[in-house]
């Protein structure tokens, strides 16, 4: 399952412009807030689901837009026990060492409560679907000069309140 996952986040045509997505897609996809304030507001009982965190090399096919070893994590976004999203989060050695000590400690607390309260600049944020019908969406921020990158994939039970 997870594999699928991946290789449909590794595989995708990103896209920026809103249309063909209906506006509730818009408003999760395309939403320039805090996408884990936004699942807070909304869940009954929000929880986050570590699958995996490590290094990896800069020159495995996950880190096509870095040029230096990241800090690897994926968790599923859920609401109580159904899955709502994968997600992944890239995060340059520079970067950990630099200003994100604490992201290879966070454990099962959501990546966005530390990420948005960094004040960061978000320099793109891009959505695509899938064969599978599945949508994703990927950010990438600077906090102090440096990068990471988010990847989300909606998954099944993703109800798009």
Request: with cysteine.
């Amino acid at each position: 399952m997870f594999t699928k996952y991946r290789k449909i986040l590794l595989e995708a045509e990103w896209h920026s412009e809103p249309k063909p997505l209906s506006f509730t897609q818009q408003e999760w996809l395309l939403h320039e807030g805090s996408l884990t304030q936004k699942l807070l507001d909304v869940a009954t009982h929000f929880n986050v689901e570590v699958i995996q965190e490590k290094w990896v090399a800069k020159n495995s096919e996950k880190t096509t837009a870095c040029n230096e070893d990241v800090w690897l994590r994926e968790v599923i976004l859920k609401d109580g026990e159904t899955n709502w999203i994968f997600a992944q989060t890239l995060v340059p050695k520079s970067t950990i060492e630099n200003i994100a000590q604490n992201v290879p400690k966070l454990g099962n607390e959501p990546i966005g409560l530390w990420l948005f309260s960094q004040n960061p600049t978000r320099t793109k944020l891009e959505w695509t679907q899938a064969e599978n019908g599945l949508f994703a969406r990927r950010g990438v921020y600077e906090i102090k000069g440096y990068s990471l990158e988010i990847r989300e994939l909606f998954l099944i039970d993703f109800p798009y309140l």
